[in-house]
């Protein structure tokens, strides 16, 4: 029987791919091995070395997104869909949540502050000024401003007042910026999310230098709350269909809001990380990659929620309030 081939699609990183590549050869066995994708030119053929392939790196570099679609199209298990990644954002997906009945901060998609190339002034005539007034009654202040495409925590800002607002919506040239409601939190999660199922909580303090923000001996969860994180983060990943990713949670008066999930190929660095993290996700991540390169799973377009979505809902009808 032929063994599974599981790639590693990967830059700069140094110390999880190599972990993961090892820990899967140790698992493996006569059934699966693991080794780094060697990608060149892309013939049309449909023909790929690999069952599997984890994608760390695509959303950085358009080639290997092309790639990764022609050969899921060819029957390679990808992790994370590059399709569906490709089309969601987190404006989008804030729906999404909701509909998983999961709460989410009061969010409003803002339009271009400047033109995006190609475009000037009459390529928006179907656009009408924005009440502010209307916006920031909805919102209140503080509002974060982010955008709906990226991460890394790039063009975010938190505005205290409408002048800084503006100040920043100045800055943010001709992105796709969201502003929403900051939830001053009493207590903050994040979780790794494998397989869509393997949840592994981590106390976080955003507000803290980048190498001390994972809590160190933090105090215990009560279990019906740690369950509600759990669920919550479980259902996020499931509707969006997603393998490995990291969702985060902001907690306020005991109901925990997701703030940023679309992280689909999460920070997973031993030096960033810490030993204990570190040590999970790899030993998780490779069973789950050997679990995906056994099965039979078919292409999946995207998760589950275009069966959750109430799209049959009368249009002049609010989706469903977050749960609090």
Not at 248 to 252: K, S, T, Y
């Given at each position: 029987m032929r063994k599974r081939q599981?790639?590693?699609l990967f830059g700069m990183e140094d110390t999880f791919p190599w972990a993961l590549v090892n820990a899967i050869n140790a698992r493996g066995g006569d059934r699966v091995e693991a080794k780094s994708v060697e990608i060149s030119y892309l013939k049309d053929d449909g023909i790929f070395p690999y069952d599997v392939i984890l994608d760390r790196i695509s959303h950085e570099i358009p080639f290997y997104r092309t790639y990764l679609k022609c050969a899921a199209a060819s029957g390679v298990k990808i992790v994370n869909?590059?399709?569906w990644w490709s089309a969601d954002d987190k404006f989008f997906d804030n729906l999404v949540a909701k509909a998983a009945n999961v709460a989410v901060p009061r969010t409003?998609?803002?339009p271009h502050k400047?033109?995006?190339p190609n475009t000037q002034a009459k390529s928006f005539r179907n656009m009408r000024w924005v009440n502010w007034d209307e916006v920031f009654d909805y919102l209140k202040f503080p509002i974060f401003m982010k955008p709906a495409y990226g991460g890394g925590w790039k063009d975010v800002?938190?505005?205290d007042n409408a002048q800084e607002f503006f100040s920043a919506y100045d800055q943010t040239r001709d992105l796709t910026m969201m502003a929403q409601e900051a939830i001053e939190f009493d207590s903050y999660y994040r979780c790794y999310v494998l397989g869509r199922k393997r949840v592994h909580i981590m106390h976080y303090d955003p507000k803290q230098p980048h190498h001390l923000r994972y809590v160190q001996n933090p105090p215990p969860m009560e279990p019906q709350f740690e369950a509600r994180i759990r669920r919550d983060a479980t259902a996020l990943c499931d509707a969006l269909g997603y393998d490995m990713n990291t969702v985060?949670?902001?907690?306020?008066n005991g109901v925990p809001y997701a703030i940023d999930f679309m992280n689909c190929a999460p920070d997973a660095d031993l030096?960033?990380?810490g030993q204990e993290n570190f040590d999970w996700v790899v030993n998780n991540m490779a069973e789950v990659l050997i679990e995906i390169a056994t099965s039979d799973r078919k292409l999946e377009l995207t998760g589950s929620w275009p069966r959750v979505m109430k799209t049959d809902k009368p249009v002049d009808q609010p989706l469903m309030s977050s749960r609090a």
């Open positions: 599981i790639g590693l869909n590059p399709i409003i998609l803002l400047d033109f995006p800002y938190k505005c985060e949670l902001a907690v306020r030096h960033s990380v």
